[in-house]
């Protein structure tokens, strides 16, 4: 038999193993009684996943997209579509593809239910295993290893710590303003890779003990290292995609370009560092029974207090890196997001600085525990730009090997075994119905009540209009993201810190009136792309933003 007909079978089986399975998910599907789009692509085919962004946009104009399909199975798809297809198709709707059924949900009272209902509706794990290459984590696992995962993991974000992330917030917020208030009027083009690396210094400080300079250049390698800390970090997390489809000893062959073994000296550096900050910890515990108050402080001395159930050091290895990927670039991002969107909009501006000079006034010393809570309208900045700019798109759930039922939209359905549940948070944070008409608007007063006083003394934070499951940026129920209030003492004190006495505004080009600045970064920041997380694209130089005075 020749290679073409060897080539051609194999062709042939497997079309017709993926209609068939296709048509069997189908046939499961319609006893649900729900919408249904089918797809003849699987979009966790590792083809797709490595092509698609090439191939949507020629599928989508091809007679192969008859039924509309490819605006429905590409990675990060709901955040381009917002709620427009709940809005047709109603609060849920199923996606068939050969491999899986995919029932997407965008009803708060739906939501909240499969949040809290956690047995039920657990993580899909095979969809999580990549992220164990350095060992498993609270993300990673489910159960009771996940009760075991979260009982020790959770105790590090707690109060002091969180004094910890406000003072080095404000530190690195100050230095990377003073390094922006230099480029005058020229402007500063490096704003997401600058908040990126506040992000990394707070995380490193406040979480793992090790303290950076914001200034460029700044610090000695350690002995024994090719990469700095913060460079192994950022590269391990830049190149996070290909990692977690390759096999680890593929980034360290000897055959491999630069560019790939660069990576695999990354996975390895980053390894070497969160062994050694391991020990050292591990020492001063059980030497002196230090407790710095750091994340990994605080996570060594609990596991070790729950003897029999303690984390082995390859579990407590893949908890610190899951906090490194998850507790600094989903931050950073929100606060490059939030700093070109008040850019665009100097109202809001001028709104954040009348609470700031309020509450700050000219203290030289910001306490955490007086100023943070007074600084809610910097906090109703930080919901408004995750509800439209939020770092994930929708929150993978799954209903394992039992039949669950299900009350959305008023109606009771059953929901199949082995059937995909994705909680679309991007229709949920932008449907009509819980958000009004001006949804897509970007509008941080929507989470301040109104108050009868000329200051905002007297303002509270909102609760979201829909209720409970129509805000879920951190999701909630049991496994809220723990490291909540981590971030939003950051995001607070860093907007504190840059428009107390400073406001930015964009760099207007040649030729180009200041309007159309406006309008030029406004279409950058919708212009966004969704890789692990939803980011700004890195055009180098395409954006300025100016910083001056008040």
Same mark, same amino acid.
């Given at each position: ?100 059924? $995919? ?408 030729? $180009? ?34 910083? $001056?005075?008040?």
């Amino acid at each position: 038999m020749s290679w073409l007909s060897i080539i051609s079978l194999s062709a042939l089986t497997y079309f017709l193993w993926s209609a068939y399975t296709l048509l069997k998910n189908y046939i499961k599907a319609r006893k649900l009684n729900l919408p249904i789009i089918i797809s003849p692509i699987n979009p966790g085919n590792l083809v797709w996943v490595l092509s698609h962004q090439h191939l949507v946009p020629y599928l989508k104009s091809s007679p192969w997209d008859i039924t509309g399909f490819v605006r429905y199975i590409y990675f990060g798809w709901p955040y381009h579509d917002k709620y427009r297809i709940h809005e047709k198709l109603g609060p849920a709707f199923v996606v068939v593809n050969p491999s899986t059924i $995919e029932l997407y949900i965008a009803d708060g009272e739906a939501i909240d239910l499969i949040l809290s209902r956690r047995k039920d509706f657990p993580k899909p794990l095979a969809f999580y295993k990549p992220l164990e290459f350095y060992g498993k984590n609270v993300d990673t696992v489910e159960g009771a290893e996940w009760q075991r995962h979260r009982k020790i993991t959770t105790p590090p974000f707690n109060e002091r710590n969180s004094g910890l992330v406000w003072n080095e917030s404000l530190r690195q917020a100050q230095d990377m303003l003073n390094e922006w208030s230099e480029c005058n009027k020229n402007g500063t083009n490096s704003t997401t890779h600058d908040t990126i690396t506040l992000a990394l210094y707070v995380l490193t400080s406040a979480g793992f003990g090790m303290y950076y300079s914001f200034k460029p250049g700044s610090g000695r390698l350690p002995a024994g290292h090719t990469l700095s800390y913060r460079d192994a970090l950022a590269g391990v997390v830049s190149d996070i995609v290909p990692i977690l489809i390759f096999p680890l000893n593929f980034f360290t062959l000897p055959c491999m370009p630069p560019r790939v073994r660069r990576i695999g000296t990354a996975i390895t550096e980053f390894k070497a560092y969160m062994t050694e900050m391991l020990s050292q910890e591990r020492n001063l515990v059980n030497k002196w029974d230090v407790n710095t108050g750091n994340l990994i402080s605080s996570l060594v001395r609990a596991s070790d207090q729950v003897n029999e159930h303690a984390l082995t050091d390859s579990e407590i290895l893949g908890n610190i890196f899951f906090y490194n990927l998850a507790g600094h670039e989903s931050t950073a991002n929100t606060l490059a997001f939030a700093i070109h969107l008040l850019a665009v909009y100097p109202t809001y501006q001028d709104w954040l600085h009348e609470e700031i000079n309020r509450v700050l006034g000219d203290q030289e010393t910001l306490n955490y525990e007086d100023c943070f809570p007074q600084l809610k309208r910097c906090l109703a900045m930080m919901y408004e730009t995750l509800r439209l700019w939020g770092p994930t798109t929708v929150l993978p759930k799954y209903t394992n090997n039992t039949p669950q039922p299900l009350t959305i939209g008023g109606k009771s359905y059953i929901i199949p075994a082995h059937t995909h549940v994705d909680i679309n948070q991007v229709a949920v944070h932008t449907l009509p119905k819980y958000w009004g008409e001006d949804t897509l608007q970007w509008l941080p007063d929507r989470w301040i009540t109104s108050s009868s006083s000329p200051s905002s003394v007297n303002e509270t934070l909102k609760d979201p209009p829909g209720g409970k499951g129509t805000f879920i940026p951190w999701a909630d129920g049991p496994r809220i993201c723990a490291g909540k209030k981590f971030s939003q003492v950051e995001f607070v004190a860093v907007l504190a810190t840059l428009f107390g006495k400073w406001r930015v505004r964009p760099k207007v080009l040649e030729g $180009e009136s200041g309007m159309e600045a406006k309008k030029r970064v406004m279409d950058y920041v919708v212009d966004s792309e969704v890789k692990i997380t939803l980011q700004l694209k890195k055009k180098a130089g395409s954006v300025g933003l100016v910083w $001056e005075k008040r």
